[in-house]
């Protein structure tokens, strides 16, 4: 495969060690807001941050439609690279 | 922190806010409406299906520019592709119209704008003004500024995220399988099949666990495809996607089909809030959890509930009392002519999901053999009842 000449792609994962969200994936739906039971969520249009009330239950990390959400880096059940 | 001050205040500028800004505005209101986004209904977050009589009921001026596709009915797919066709004087609510959801919310900004209302862009609501009991404004971000806007009643219409309503006290959770995920691509290249695209499609059965597989025509070789399911089938992350991915892939139609626009989003498939009124604020739309829990459907829901709490404010605000008590008139209101069915579709959904493909195959076989003549939970389940009532023992209690 031919070397790439530059990559412009920044890391789009942000991990705050509660959650983490691939920027790139997400679509600011509000999906993960609504589903969250302890409202840890706060989306704008521009990012979404999990705040400390978040328990980890993992539902906002099923119900996004397009995988955006995941569990921490080192968390056990984290699936994303 | 600069500070603005309004009779009203409407936070979120969907269908069922812009239309109680409207009425609000109508009767005399000093009413603002803000949205986060950049622009109204834009991206647009649903299926687009709506049945015509919510537009009279609600006297909105009809307008082509809103209107993607006028359908004959539906049509319903069971699991091995037994097809039930429902023409559309017989298919109920959600049916009849496929809308162009961004024409469509700036038109019903519009009729607000044009009643007298106020509207903000890029203003996102962060917190609720509590005080004594009451809810007094909001904190919000415009643009680059903290201001604080205070208002004699807020109204929550921030759809499914429903956070002011959980900013002021209300219990807006929903149950895992009260949540359904939804995606959606706009394709087009569709190719000829089913009477595409004369008729919205609904595919059941494992195809989309607890939920539904829509195709609703958008023109001649366009339509939206999209997939819910309910929450409590999903296990891994991407699960929605691989699901609406596995059927286009089996579907011939749309084997070159390739997509035009992606769409997410949540749909509370629950009965509605239990309270919708406080002091000085009050939840409408999504927020007050007024999906149809077996279609999805909201956007009706919305607006039909928009007008009577703007018709409640402003008479409220000629009594100058935007209390629990005086907002209750409102809540009365939406039950009396919403929760009934909201409250049985929901009994009904938790029943459905239940069903086997193999149930789903056997009963829209016989309802395409002995054809519905109306598209009603009860009047489905009283055809079966006649045909194979061991099919709808489940059902007993709604027949």
Known sequence: ?81 | MPSFEYDVVVVGAGPSGSMTARYAAMGGCRTLLIEKRQEIGSPVRCGEGLARHFVEDTALPFDRKWVGREVKGAKIFSPDGTELTIEEEHAGNEVGIVLERDAFDKAVAKEAAKAGADIWLKTTATAVLKDDGWVRGVRAKRLEDEITITAKCVVAADGYESQVGRWAGFNTRLKAGDITGTLQYRLTNIGPGHDFPDYCEFWLGTVAPAGYIWVFPKDEITANVGIGVSLDRLKHRHDIKGFLDRWIAKDPRMRRAQPLDMVTGGVSTSPPVSKSVGNGIALVGDAARMIDPITGGGIGNGITAGMILGKVLSTCNEAGDFSLEALQAYEKAWRAKLENNLYRNWLAKNKLVTLTDQEFDDIVKILAEVGVTKLSVRAILQVLKQHKPALVAKFAEFI
């Open chain 1, 1 to 81: 495969m031919p070397e790439a000449a530059a990559v412009a792609i920044r890391p789009s994962v942000r991990d705050n060690g509660i959650m983490a969200i691939d920027d790139m994936l997400c679509m600011h739906c509000g999906a993960c807001v609504g589903t969250c039971p302890t409202n840890a969520i706060f989306l704008n249009e521009v990012y979404l941050t999990f705040n400390e009330d978040c328990t980890q239950c993992g539902m906002c990390v099923k119900v996004c439609p397009v995988g955006a959400i995941d569990y921490p880096r080192g968390h056990k059940l984290a699936t994303m690279r």
